[in-house]
């Protein structure tokens, strides 16, 4: 079981079972939703229970796309493709280490230029 939350702790959640090897994605929608890249591992909606639901907000980014940040405290929490049987969930709104290893970087033709991705990571120019 893993645990996160929002800044705030508005929202918290959990995460059943092991997590994926998350991505970080580059994109620049990513980027300007978290600030920076975006590390997530993607989740069985299954498994992700979240408490505060009333707390997410979610911008619908694209018309496959939406994100969901907490409406208090403004936190990144979700990436989430519509009608799909997953979401992702952000690494940084873990509470504890979560046993797992960045795999790859996504969308790097998209990164920000005040950075290298420098970590010998498998780069790709989409997903």
Known sequence: MHHGSCLCRAVTFT???DLSPPEACHCSQCRKHSGHYFAST?????TLHV???????WFQSSDDIRRGF???CGSSLFWEPIHRDWVSVAMGAFDDPTATKLRMH???GDKGDYYEIADGLPQKQRR
Do not use: A
């Not at 408490?51 to 907000?57: A, D, M, T």
């Open 15 to 17: 995460v059943s079972g």
């Open 42 to 46: 993607d989740v069985l909606k299954p």
């Open 51 to 57: 408490s505060g639901r009333e707390h997410v907000s």
């Open 70 to 72: 907490c409406s208090q």
């Open 106 to 108: 996504i969308f790097v």
